[in-house]
């Protein structure tokens, strides 16, 4: 299995607009780690290359990270750093002459159908503009080209959200509460992708770095990565920045970076 990071950053992405922090100013040097799209990753696995999450910088993420073929994309859930590349879902389709097939939370594709009613009008709307898309909402594990994908049910504000679990991976970008019943969906994973926004555990709808660890040490993969990160951590000083917060960094944890290719 390979997974390219295609995109490691929070909601707004770093650098933040107009923010002239450390992080944020290195992060506008080109070739920073600290450069952060939103997040998404993309997973070939047994010959087939599934799409995770359709984030507003998309077609860029698989331009610069020479992903070919999208066999089909499975959405986290509904929240518009997750969906809204998914128009651009129009050049794969066209490439691959293909209409795309979309998994995900019934609510997820229920508003990809609202907000992109057009791509599923295949009479109404034609033309190389228009990608069209087949809708799976999906609630329990399913069988996608002979491969086991397990949605990880996870609560991440109002929204139905998933992580999903592939043989032995696990990615779970977007978390505010893993239910015992989920973990246990994870247990035994050798590579977790998970969710750690930033040092402070009270954000409403996020990990911090903290609970991202105790579900790393619950879980005990071979390597953990750190996703979905705001500018507060930086990859420069990351081990120093954990040490300033009274963290102790083990070895098989690590911040993703966009671009980054993990073998499995
Ligand atoms: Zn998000
Ligand atoms: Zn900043
Ligand atoms: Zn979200």
């Given amino acids: 299995m390979k997974i390219t990071i295609l995109g490691s950053g929070t909601s707004t992405g770093v650098p933040e607009y107009k923010c002239e922090c450390e992080t944020c100013q290195d992060a506008r040097v080109y070739g920073s780690k600290n450069y952060r799209t939103r997040s998404s990753i993309h997973v070939e696995s047994a010959g087939k290359h599934l799409q995770f999450d359709v984030a507003p910088n998309f077609i860029d993420q698989i331009d610069r990270n020479k992903i070919d073929h999208i066999d089909a994309v499975i959405y986290t859930h509904c929240h518009a750093d997750h969906i809204s590349g998914t128009n651009d879902l129009v050049m794969p389709c066209r490439k691959q002459q293909i209409d795309m097939p979309i998994y995900g939370p019934e609510e997820t594709i229920r508003i990809i159908q609202r907000n992109y009613d057009y791509m599923f009008l295949k009479d109404t709307f034609q033309g190389g503009g228009v990608a069209h898309l087949l809708p799976h909402p999906v609630a329990e594990s399913f069988s996608l080209f002979d491969q086991e994908v397990i949605p990880i049910p996870v609560q991440h504000g109002t929204v139905v959200t998933y992580g999903y679990r592939i043989q032995n991976f696990g990615y779970v970008p977007d978390v505010k509460v893993l239910p ?7 247990q035994g994973v050798d590579l977790l992708i998970i969710d750690a926004l930033s040092f402070n555990p009270g954000h409403p709808t996020h990990f911090a770095v903290q609970q991202a660890m105790e579900v790393s040490e619950k879980l005990q993969p071979k390597a953990t990565y750190l996703t979905h990160i705001m500018h507060r951590l930086d990859h420069r000083y ?5 040490r300033e917060q009274g963290i102790d960094l083990p070895d098989n944890i690590e911040l993703c970076f966009d671009g980054q290719v993990l073998d499995l």
């Fill in 238 to 242: 990351f081990p120093e920045q954990c």
């Fill in 180 to 186: 015992e019943a989920s973990l246990q969906l994870l």
